[in-house]
């Protein structure tokens, strides 16, 4: 069938209505995209622009992500780091509470919980991690943060290692040693805990009189530790209960098989029983880790009571006043009649109360007073009597007192454990106070840290927001324009096609004509 001819006039109309449909079609994929520019044909420069913008607007976004996730590495640090600061100010208050405690055992049972927090310092460190990462965990856990979609601007956050301790300067509390020594109280094991002290003998002589004193003295300051006076009724288990519950430092219990008292202690201890008759002291030394030597100055002519007047004792003479003066390593003492006492036993109580080192008591038995080195020295005291003040003669005991002993060495010495003084919590203390300090640095470095990872992923947010912005301008479409364009296109199409109608009803009326 051969084409049919159309008309001039009806040609262009169907030319024209193909062109407003292949412009309608344009205009509505630009509404429907929002973009004007959706190929490169349709304008090279403004869609390669906008490509290149939207690009670098993936690559921040990909930036973001893992400084978002390094952030929560540095978080999971910091975290770790304040519950440290925790456990850290939990020991202090731990040694603090043990400053308070005055007893060697007491103190020892803060050993342990200072040793946990130290263990549990290192298991918070460990635990740390975030996706395996561990800034508290040591070498190789640094954190490089990169900032940039090129890789050139970046920046490295040192890792610490806190799952050791002694990173932190500190070090787990030693126990130490504790001392033992027996002192026999009978020569029979029949001794039991219910057994009376006072009932207690020895050759038919007794051990213990009501109101005896069982003192014990720290051999290195000669510091009394305390005193258990002996009652009537007093038994063993109650004498070591006293004992472990009030003497610092020393703790007492009954040995069955031995017939005797243990007696477990931490520093260096002697035990000293001054025997109660009539108020005469009889020094009794238990040596307990030092050997406490002593010596005695001139025996007495006669016997006497340590509540005797000074004045009148032996032959002595002495009135209100008058003064006695004591030298002992290099530290001099005077006792002044009548101001400072006037019986004996004022005297050796001044001489015990001012001279460290020297314990001075009356040993009736001997009818002497003897003295007791608790230090180690092997110097005498030097007595020297003041003016008007006279002896009896050779006899007295303010005689010339014998050569000092030499004293035996310290056979068992015991390692004090390391809360044992004041001086050594106080040690601890302070590297606590400069953990602390490592600790908080460390805080301040990883929190500025974290700041300028979230400072710059602000930055970045904005700027991958300017870039879609600015990509999106180049290509994006005015609505208004489109839709005004697209409403005219439809116009012009309903146009051509009523053009169209109208040409054909031309060619329809030459027809009729040859009808």
Same mark, same amino acid.
């Given at each position: 069938?051969?084409?049919?001819?159309?008309? @001039?006039? %009806?040609?262009?109309?169907?030319?024209?209505?193909?062109?407003? /449909?292949?412009?309608?079609?344009?205009?509505?994929?630009?509404?429907?995209?929002?973009?004007?520019?959706?190929?490169?044909?349709?304008?090279? *420069?403004? *869609?390669?622009?906008?490509?290149?913008?939207?690009?670098?607007?993936?690559?921040?976004?990909?930036?973001?992500?893992?400084?978002?996730?390094?952030?929560? &590495?540095?978080? /999971?640090?910091?975290?770790?780091?304040?519950?440290?600061?925790?456990?850290?100010?939990?020991?202090?208050?731990?040694?603090? &509470?043990?400053?308070?405690?005055?007893?060697?055992?007491?103190?020892?049972? *803060?050993?342990?919980?200072?040793?946990? $927090?130290?263990?549990?310092?290192?298991?918070?460190? =460990?635990?740390? =991690?975030?996706?395996?990462?561990?800034? !508290?965990?040591?070498?190789?856990?640094?954190?490089?943060?990169?900032?940039?979609?090129?890789? #050139?601007?970046?920046?490295?956050?040192?890792?610490?290692? @806190?799952?050791?301790?002694? %990173?932190?300067? !500190?070090?787990?509390?030693? @126990?130490?040693?504790?001392?033992?020594?027996?002192?026999? !109280?009978?020569?029979?094991?029949? $001794?039991?805990?219910?057994?009376?002290?006072?009932?207690?003998?020895?050759?038919?002589?007794?051990?213990?009189?009501?109101?005896?004193?069982?003192?014990?003295?720290? /051999?290195?300051?000669?510091?009394?530790?305390?005193?258990?006076?002996?009652?009537?009724?007093?038994?063993?288990?109650? +004498?070591?209960?006293?004992?472990?519950?009030?003497?610092?430092?020393?703790?007492?219990?009954?040995?069955?098989?031995?017939?005797?008292?243990?007696?477990? @202690?931490?520093?260096?201890?002697?035990?000293?029983?001054?025997?109660?008759?009539?108020?005469?002291?009889?020094?009794?030394?238990?040596?307990?880790?030092?050997?406490?030597?002593?010596?005695?100055?001139?025996?007495?002519?006669?016997?006497?009571?340590?509540?005797?007047? !000074?004045?009148?004792?032996?032959?002595?003479?002495?009135?209100?006043?008058?003064?006695?003066?004591?030298? +002992?390593?290099?530290?001099?003492?005077?006792? #002044?009649?009548?101001?400072?006492? %006037?019986?004996? =036993?004022?005297?050796?109580?001044? &001489?015990?109360?001012?001279?460290?080192?020297?314990?001075? *008591?009356?040993?009736?038995?001997?009818?002497?007073?003897?003295?007791?080195?608790?230090?180690?020295?092997?110097?005498?005291?030097?007595?020297?009597?003041?003016?008007?003040?006279?002896?009896?003669?050779?006899?007295? +005991?303010?005689?010339?007192?014998?050569?000092?002993?030499?004293?035996?060495?310290? #056979?068992?010495?015991?390692?004090?454990?390391?809360?044992?003084?004041?001086?050594? &919590?106080?040690?601890?203390? $302070?590297?606590?106070?400069?953990?602390?300090?490592?600790?908080?640095?460390?805080?301040?470095? +990883?929190?500025?840290?974290?700041?300028?990872?979230?400072?710059?992923?602000?930055?970045?947010?904005?700027?991958?927001?300017?870039?879609?912005?600015?990509?999106?301008?180049?290509?994006?479409?005015?609505?208004?324009?489109?839709?005004?364009?697209?409403? %005219?296109?439809?116009?012009?199409?309903?146009?051509?096609?009523?053009?169209?109608?109208? /040409?054909?009803?031309?060619?329809?009326?030459?027809?009729?004509?040859?009808?």
């Amino acid at each position: 069938m051969s084409d049919v001819m159309l008309s @001039y006039a %009806t040609r262009g109309t169907l030319l024209g209505l193909n062109n407003t /449909s292949s412009a309608m079609e344009e205009a509505e994929r630009r509404l429907a995209s929002g973009k004007e520019v959706n190929f490169a044909h349709d304008d090279s *420069y403004r *869609y390669f622009t906008s490509e290149i913008l939207q690009s670098r607007a993936t690559d921040l976004d990909d930036v973001n992500k893992h400084l978002t996730l390094n952030s929560q &590495i540095i978080k /999971s640090a910091i975290t770790g780091i304040n519950t440290i600061n925790d456990f850290l100010d939990h020991a202090e208050a731990q040694l603090r &509470i043990a400053l308070d405690e005055t007893d060697g055992f007491a103190r020892m049972d *803060y050993i342990d919980r200072y040793n946990e $927090l130290l263990s549990q310092i290192e298991n918070v460190a =460990e635990n740390s =991690e975030y996706k395996e990462k561990n800034l !508290l965990s040591g070498s190789n856990n640094e954190l490089q943060l990169i900032f940039n979609e090129s890789y #050139t601007t970046s920046h490295v956050i040192n890792s610490v290692n @806190y799952t050791n301790h002694k %990173t932190l300067g !500190l070090e787990r509390l030693s @126990y130490g040693d504790t001392g033992e020594k027996s002192v026999v !109280l009978a020569g029979a094991p029949a $001794l039991n805990e219910g057994t009376r002290l006072t009932n207690l003998t020895n050759a038919g002589n007794a051990l213990f009189h009501t109101g005896d004193e069982v003192e014990f003295y720290d /051999s290195q300051s000669n510091r009394s530790l305390g005193k258990v006076i002996i009652t009537d009724d007093m038994t063993v288990q109650e +004498f070591n209960g006293i004992v472990s519950n009030n003497i610092d430092n020393v703790r007492a219990s009954m040995s069955t098989t031995t017939g005797a008292i243990d007696f477990e @202690y931490t520093g260096s201890v002697y035990i000293q029983h001054n025997k109660h008759e009539d108020r005469a002291r009889n020094g009794n030394e238990m040596d307990v880790g030092l050997a406490a030597e002593t010596s005695s100055f001139s025996p007495l002519t006669a016997a006497v009571n340590v509540t005797d007047d !000074l004045n009148g004792l032996d032959g002595f003479t002495i009135t209100n006043g008058q003064t006695i003066q004591i030298d +002992f390593e290099n530290n001099s003492k005077t006792f #002044t009649y009548g101001n400072d006492g %006037t019986t004996l =036993e004022s005297f050796l109580d001044f &001489i015990n109360e001012n001279l460290s080192d020297l314990h001075a *008591y009356y040993d009736p038995a001997a009818n002497q007073i003897n003295y007791v080195h608790t230090d180690g020295a092997n110097a005498a005291p030097t007595v020297t009597l003041g003016a008007g003040v006279t002896t009896g003669g050779v006899g007295t +005991f303010l005689g010339t007192a014998p050569a000092a002993p030499t004293l035996s060495p310290v #056979t068992e010495a015991v390692l004090e454990h390391d809360l044992h003084t004041d001086s050594k &919590i106080e040690s601890i203390l $302070l590297r606590l106070k400069a953990a602390k300090q490592h600790v908080n640095n460390t805080e301040r470095e +990883f929190s500025n840290s974290l700041q300028l990872v979230e400072n710059r992923l602000n930055f970045s947010e904005m700027m991958i927001e300017t870039l879609e912005i600015g990509a999106l301008e180049l290509v994006e479409i005015d609505q208004n324009k489109e839709s005004a364009k697209l409403l %005219t296109l439809q116009t012009r199409q309903q146009l051509a096609m009523s053009a169209l109608s109208i /040409s054909a009803q031309a060619d329809q009326s030459i027809l009729r004509i040859f009808g």
